[in-house]
C-alpha cells in the first residue's frame, strides 16, 4: 500500500505547535486524529515507528469484530441482544462492586463497557458500512465460556474504595483479580457467535481512516511524523502543554519481503530532539504486550508467574513505554495486572518481529494437557476461556501445555490469527476460501509440515516419545508425558464419543457447538475417535504463552480525559486505543469476549476525538 508522504504537507514540515497531538499512528490514534481533522483541527501524529508500519498492530489484526444482533448474525438464526451482550460483558468483566454506581476504580470501564456494547449494537457497523467495511458473513464462537451465567459484578468489602493508589501512582486491584476468578464467581464467555471478520482482515478495519488521513493530510490539516519518539509530556502549571520527542535515525527497516518492513524491529538511535506544543495531548501508543519483563513483573501474584520463555504477538513498538510517560505528567495508571495473553502460541516460522509467535484460535475438540500431560480443568477447553487456562498452567509453572488431536480435526478446527495467515480473508479470495473450508489452507499446513512443534504419531507412545524428545523430558523429570497415562486418557475420551452421547463436560460441549450451522460446516470436527485411522494420525502440538493485549492502562473519563490518581482531570491530556485499556483505563474488566479490542481503539479514538473537537 504505498502510502503518500504524510509527513511533507502543506500542515508545514517543522511546524512546532498544532491544535492536537496525537501519540501513535496506529488504528486508535488515526481514528482520533481524522475524527479531528474532520471537524477543523490541525493534528500533528507521532510515531516512533517509520511509515511501512503506519498502521500499528490493527494491520496485522485477523480484524475482528465484535458485533451485536448485526443481520450477519440474524441470517445464521443467532438472536442477539445488547442486554444479552451487556450481561455476557459484565459476567467476563468482574467488575469491582460499585462500578454500576460510580464509584471504584472500575467505574469508568464499567461507563465505557455500557457505552461501547450500545456501540456494537448500533452505530458501529452502519457508520463503518458507510465507509466501505464489509465482513465475512460467517459469524465466528469466540470465548464461549461455559461457566454459569450470571451478572459479575463482584460484591466484596473493599472492592468499591475509589481509586486508592498503590506504590508508584499505580490504582491497583490485585485483590479484586484473584476474587474475580474464584470458582462460582465467573460468567465468564459469548452466549452466541458474534465475532465478525472483516473482508480484508486488519489491513480492511484500517484502510478508511489512512484514506481519510491522507485526504486530511491533503487539506493540510493533518501531519504525520514517523520516526518521532515521544519521551516527555510537557506541562506548565498543572496543564499539559505539548510533547518533547526524539528524532529517530531514518530507518525503514527494509527488505523483509512481503511485508517491506513493516512490523521488523527498527533503530534506536537518536539523531535529534523536538518540542511540539498543543492545547491537546493524545496518547494512543498502545499497551504492553512486547514488554514482556514489565509483563512478567505486572502478573497477579495470585496466578504464578508468567513463563521466561514467551512469544511475543505484537510488534516490537508495543514497548508500553509511553504509558509510564504519561504517569510521569501526572496521569494514573489503573489495573495493570489484567492483560489478555493466550496460552495457545507457537512460534513463526518466518518471523517478522523479536520472538514472533502465531495464536492458534482453535475449535473444541483437541485435548488440553498441561506440560506433565495432565488434562486441563472444565471448562478449560479450546476456545472457551483462553485467560482461564493461562491461569491455569502460570498458576502450575509451566511454560507450554499441549493440545492433542488428529489431522482431521487440525484442518477441520485450527485457524490462525493475523491478517498474514489469512491470506483468502486479507486477499478476498474466494478459491483460497474454499480450500479452508475443504480443510486444505495452506498456512496451517506450511506449520504442520515445517514447525517442530507439531509431533506426529500414529499412536499414544509415538506421540509421547515425540513430546519428550521435544522438551527433552526424561522420565521423573517436570514435563515428562507417560505414554501410558497418555494412552489412557485418549481411550477414556474416545469411549465417551463413541457412547453416541456422554458425559464428559467437552464432548457434551463439542456436540453442543455443532448445532450451530457454522461450527457444523467449517469449525467443528465430527464427533469421532481420535484414534481413527481415517481421520489419522494423530498429533500433539506444543502451545507457549503468547503476550498480545493490555487490558488496564491510563485511568480516563467517559470523554477520554486522562485522569490522575485522586481522580482529577489532568487538563491537556487525553488517551485511547490500548493505552487507554480500550476506554476508561479497562473497559473489559478482567476478560475480554474478544474481537472488543479493534472496536475498543474504534470507539475511544471516535469518542476522545469528538469530545476534543467539542472542548477546544
Ligand atoms: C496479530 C494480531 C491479531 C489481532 N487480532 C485482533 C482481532 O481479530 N480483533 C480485535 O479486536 N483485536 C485484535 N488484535 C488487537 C488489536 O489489533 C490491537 O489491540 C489494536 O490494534 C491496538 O491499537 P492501538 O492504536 O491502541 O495501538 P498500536 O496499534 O500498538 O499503535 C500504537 C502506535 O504508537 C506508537 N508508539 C508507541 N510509543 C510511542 C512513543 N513513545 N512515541 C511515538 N510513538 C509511539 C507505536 O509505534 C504504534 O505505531 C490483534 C492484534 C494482533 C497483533
Not at 302 to 311: D, I, K, Q, V
Not at 371 to 376: E, P, S, V
Amino acid at each position: 500500500m504505498p502510502d503518500a508522504d504524510f509527513n511533507n504537507g502543506p500542515a508545514g514540515r517543522g511546524a512546532a505547535e498544532a491544535d492536537v497531538v496525537v501519540i501513535g499512528a496506529g488504528l486508535s490514534g488515526l481514528v482520533t486524529a481524522t475524527e479531528l481533522a474532520a471537524a477543523g483541527k490541525r493534528v500533528i501524529v507521532l510515531d516512533q515507528e517509520p511509515q511501512p508500519s503506519l498502521g500499528g498492530q490493527a494491520w496485522w489484526s485477523f480484524g475482528g469484530l465484535f458485533l451485536v444482533d448485526s443481520p450477519e448474525q440474524r441470517r445464521l438464526g443467532v438472536r442477539d441482544s445488547a442486554e444479552l451482550a451487556f450481561a455476557d460483558w459484565l459476567g467476563s468483566a468482574q467488575f469491582a462492586a460499585g462500578a454500576d454506581r460510580g464509584v471504584g476504580p472500575d467505574r469508568y470501564g464499567y461507563d465505557w463497557a455500557k457505552g461501547f456494547v450500545e456501540f456494537a449494537a448500533g452505530e458501529m457497523r452502519p457508520w463503518l458500512r458507510s465507509k466501505g467495511v464489509s465482513w465475512f458473513p460467517l459469524v465466528q464462537w469466540a470465548e464461549r465460556g461455559g461457566y454459569p451465567a450470571g451478572t459479575g459484578i463482584v460484591d466484596a468489602p473493599g472492592a468499591s474504595a475509589p481509586g486508592g493508589s498503590a506504590p508508584g501512582g499505580v490504582v491497583g486491584d490485585q485483590a479484586a483479580e484473584g476474587r474475580g476468578t474464584a470458582p462460582g464467581q465467573i460468567a465468564h464467555g459469548n452466549s452466541v457467535p458474534r465475532f465478525h471478520v472483516t473482508w480484508g482482515t486488519g489491513p480492511g478495519i484500517l484502510a478508511p481512516f489512512v484514506a481519510a488521513a491522507r485526504e486530511a493530510h491533503r487539506a493540510g490539516r493533518l501531519e504525520i511524523r514517523f520516526r518521532h519518539r515521544v519521551v516527555e509530556v510537557l506541562t506548565s502549571g498543572g496543564a499539559v502543554t505539548g510533547v518533547r520527542a526524539q528524532v529517530l535515525a531514518d530507518d525503514a527497516a527494509p527488505g523483509r519481503a512481503p511485508f517491506a518492513g513493516r512490523g521488523a524491529p527498527s533503530s534506536r538511535e537518536v539523531t535529534g530532539e523536538v518540542e511540539l506544543r498543543a492545547q491537546a495531548v493524545v496518547v494512543a501508543s498502545g499497551g504492553i504486550g512486547a514488554n514482556h519483563a514489565v509483563a512478567r513483573a505486572r502478573w497477579p501474584e495470585s496466578a504464578g508467574r508468567l513463563p521466561e520463555r514467551m512469544l511475543s504477538g505484537v510488534p516490537d513498538s508495543t514497548d508500553g513505554l509511553m504509558i509510564g510517560i504519561a504517569r510521569d505528567a501526572g496521569g494514573a495508571v489503573v489495573h495493570e495486572d489484567r492483560m489478555w495473553h493466550y496460552p495457545e502460541g507457537i512460534a513463526n516460522h518466518s518471523p517478522v518481529w523479536t520472538d514472533h509467535g502465531i495464536r492458534i484460535l482453535p475449535g473444541p475438540s483437541s485435548l488440553w494437557l498441561d506440560a506433565d500431560g495432565g488434562r486441563l480443568p472444565a471448562p478449560l477447553y479450546p476456545g472457551f476461556d483462553a485467560l482461564g487456562a493461562l491461569r491455569h498452567i502460570t498458576s502450575r509453572g509451566d511454560d507450554h501445555s499441549w493440545f492433542v488431536l488428529n489431522k482431521t480435526i487440525m484442518e477441520k478446527e485450527f485457524a490462525l490469527s493475523g491478517s498474514e495467515q489469512n491470506p483468502d480473508l486479507t486477499g478476498r479470495s474466494v478459491p483460497q476460501l474454499l480450500d479452508r473450508v475443504r480443510g486444505r489452507a495452506v498456512p496451517v499446513r506450511t506449520f504442520a509440515e515445517q514447525s517442530p512443534e507439531f509431533v506426529w504419531g500414529s499412536t499414544a507412545a509415538e506421540l509421547a516419545a515425540g513430546m519428550n524428545a521435544l522438551t527433552s523430558a526424561t522420565p521423573g523429570s517436570r514435563g515428562h508425558i507417560d505414554a501410558e497415562e497418555l494412552d489412557r486418557l485418549i481411550a477414556a475420551r474416545d469411549a465417551q464419543v463413541l457412547s453416541g452421547l456422554g458425559k464428559d463436560p467437552q464432548v457434551v460441549a463439542t456436540r453442543a457447538a455443532r448445532a450451530f450451522w457454522v461450527d457444523r460446516r467449517i469449525r467443528v470436527a465430527p464427533a469421532r475417535a481420535l484414534t481413527d485411522p481415517a481421520d489419522g494420525p494423530m498429533l500433539a502440538v506444543r502451545l507457549s504463552v503468547l503476550t498480545r493485549k493490555t487490558l488496564g492502562g491510563l485511568w480516563c473519563d467517559a470523554a477520554g480525559r486522562v485522569l490522575d490518581p485522586a481522580g482529577e482531570v489532568v487538563e491537556g491530556l487525553w488517551a485511547a486505543g490500548e493505552a487507554a485499556g480500550f476506554g476508561g483505563g479497562g473497559v473489559h474488566g478482567h476478560r475480554a469476549l474478544e474481537g472488543t479490542f479493534l472496536g475498543g481503539c474504534l470507539f475511544t479514538g471516535r469518542t476522545t476525538g469528538r469530545a476534543i473537537a467539542g472542548s477546544l
